[in-house]
């Protein structure tokens, strides 16, 4: 029989009364209530279904961290505080791009597909270890990376918009100075949002000043390439493969001639898999739940024209 | 025009002047002469093809890690000292391990051969991120892939022969207490030698012990591995999936069960590649050569009576 001491706060996860998330809730001191009576809206549906929001409603947590549907659907107002879940997922997302690299130089893909070839394959394998990765985007995933990346004897070049040095990083670039770092690294990363400047990025050029030997781990968005001029890439050997979470357009075309590459590694966009999205969220929006509770600084709060 | 100030030391590689060996050799002032008049012999060869020795070479490097074939061919002796390639592989056949565990958590394998099956691979994807994984055997490889599976954010059991703590590891277990793993842990890795002792460890008991989401990951030998009751447990879904660089028989006949599972990943004896191997051992070389010019302890010495 405690008396709370702060005023309660009341929580509507909507649509669906989603457990792992109500259950964080109720574990940092949220009471769960019908959106009507509640303070704020922890919403696991998309854009197009969004409820119309009572004025009681202080703050709204979204479950992703691209937030572009609901920046379309005109859903973002500024009467209240704004979450998503950027950064919430970049321990898994550094996981799979880790996953798809070393795939990718251990020669899975062929090995799955070629049974003991041993000959070819042997002469294949590349490792990891004493290799330069650079990173595009120094947000969350790499910052999640570059430790793995490090614990692998690997160094690691990373780029970003102002060039401040990333901590973990030997060197830090930024943006503007991106055409530096193709000679200069074995294999690349790619873990920046989706905008006009990032943009194809991998286009002909790039893939022309990158070594032979340099796989293309993409995580991130698919038009950060040009894929029609990965492909021709691909196909004249011009680099050693690349590893895709994403693609453009995704998914390819079935008769498309990326899924015919050897030295192609596709997985269906699930670095951050969907099927455990609500349980990585948890605890973070357990945290959210219990500084809004006392008042501190939120995680991931959506900054004001911006739909990254 | 410097004197030397120990005598020089002549070395012979053989049967071929590998040119990263030789290079290594030289670049740790050692001199690259003909066997007749060599202190040290590096064999890049065989056991069946190895030659009689002058009783000059008191010192012989071998390529290998395990010297299986050479103690066979009755080559080794006490009139001198031998080295083996112990330990100098071990990052390499650690960061394998890692590729093979994150390639099945990942569903690498199921991606490559099922184009953009989005929802079943979706509730596939596991995250190595907050497992517990048990290492069996604690030699070198473990100790390269301690770091790497801590900075991925897994925990780690050990287990060895006399239970001495190994470093990073949560916890260390006496290979006479290997029963108590099974159910404390998610995945396996086996980098422990084959003997009489290791042979079948993974057997229908321990397999039914393992949680049903759990990887196993062999770089080590096949033997480790009872494979009919592997096959069994992989097809009855017992456990996730298992990862393999070795196989019992090596590599399994063109008709065997295993390559039909999709829940395998076999990888054709590759987490040391051999094309890539003086490259490797090249640095590891020089170093005993300096040792050797010094009158220090050498790494590698070949135990007598071991043969791996």
């Given at each position: 029989m405690t008396t709370p001491s702060t005023p309660e706060l009341t929580v509507a996860v909507e649509p669906e009364h989603e457990p792992h998330l109500v259950e964080a809730v109720r574990a940092a001191g949220g009471a769960i209530t019908g959106l009507a009576d509640a303070r704020a809206l922890v919403w696991v549906?998309?854009?197009?279904?969004?409820p119309a929001l009572p004025?009681?409603?202080e703050w709204v947590a979204l479950?992703?961290?691209?937030?572009e549907e609901f920046v379309t659907a005109g859903?973002?107002?500024?009467?209240r505080l704004w979450t998503n879940?950027?950064?919430?997922?970049a321990d898994n997302v550094a996981e799979h791009a880790l996953a798809l690299l070393l795939a990718g130089l251990r020669q899975i893909n062929t090995s799955v597909l070629r049974h003991w070839d041993k000959e070819r394959i042997d002469a294949s394998v590349r490792s990891l270890h004493g290799s330069t990765v650079t990173i595009i985007g120094a947000g969350g995933i790499a910052t999640s990376l570059i430790p793995r990346l490090d614990a692998a004897g690997a160094k690691v070049i990373a780029v970003n918009r102002s060039g401040r040095e990333v901590p973990g990083a030997a060197l830090t670039l930024p943006s503007a100075r991106m055409a530096e770092v193709w000679t200069a690294t074995d294999h690349v990363v790619l873990a920046a949002p989706s905008t006009p400047e990032t943009?194809?990025?991998?286009?002909g050029d790039t893939l022309a000043a990158l070594p032979e030997h340099a796989w293309i781990v993409n995580v991130?968005?698919?038009?950060?390439?040009?894929q029609a001029a990965l492909i021709t890439a691909l196909r004249e050997g011009q680099i050693a493969g690349a590893a895709l979470d994403v693609t453009d357009p995704e998914?390819?075309?079935?008769?498309?001639e990326i899924w015919s590459l050897p030295n192609v590694i596709i997985t269906p966009?699930?670095?951050?898999?969907a099927s455990g999205l609500t349980r990585t969220m948890a605890p973070w929006l357990a945290e959210n739940v219990r500084r809004f509770r006392a008042g501190e600084q939120m995680l991931s709060v959506v900054a004001a024209g911006r739909d990254y």
């Open positions: 549906g998309g854009g197009t279904d969004f004025d009681t409603v479950k992703t961290a691209g937030i859903v973002i107002d500024d009467k879940a950027s950064g919430f997922y943009r194809h990025l991998i286009n991130a968005r698919g038009p950060l390439i040009d998914p390819p075309d079935p008769d498309d966009h699930v670095a951050n898999p």
